[in-house]
Nanobody, 117 residues
Framework: QVQFVESGGGLVQPGGSLRVSCVAS????????MGWYRQAPGKQRELVAS???????NYADSVKGRFTISRDNAKNTVYLQMNSLKPEDTAVYYC???????????WGQGTQVTVSS
């Protein structure tokens, strides 16, 4: 059974930085590209960053240049470094397998990121 455990969220002021982490169980890191998703209140969940097994990254336009995704395969951990945070980045952040997978695996509990003064 695949399990994701996200951590590192919190309250940060606009312009601040935060790093969230996700530990995945099982052999997921050896199989899938990994991604960070977020869901804001009243909005659909969206993919904001992904990284494949070779380290190639992709970002949504809304976070490009501000967010950096990385992975540590030895620790089964994926990170999202978020800089220059904006109020519109406020959301629950989740990790999961990323495209080319078409159906996400079971979701974890996520970690809340709130950007507010």
């Amino acid at each position: 059974q695949v399990q994701f455990v996200e951590s590192g969220g919190g309250l940060v002021q606009p312009g601040g930085s935060l790093r969230v982490s996700c530990v995945a169980s099982g052999s997921i890191f050896s199989i899938y590209a990994m991604g960070w998703y977020r869901q804001a209140p009243g909005k659909q969940r969206e993919l904001v960053a992904s990284i494949n097994k070779g380290g190639r990254t992709n970002y949504a336009d809304s976070v490009k240049g501000r967010f950096t995704i990385s992975r540590d395969n030895a620790k089964n951990t994926v990170y999202l470094q978020m800089n220059s945070l904006k109020p519109e980045d406020t959301a629950v952040y989740y990790c999961n397998a990323a495209p080319p997978i078409t159906v996400p695996l079971d979701w974890g509990q996520g970690t809340q990121v709130t950007v507010s003064s």
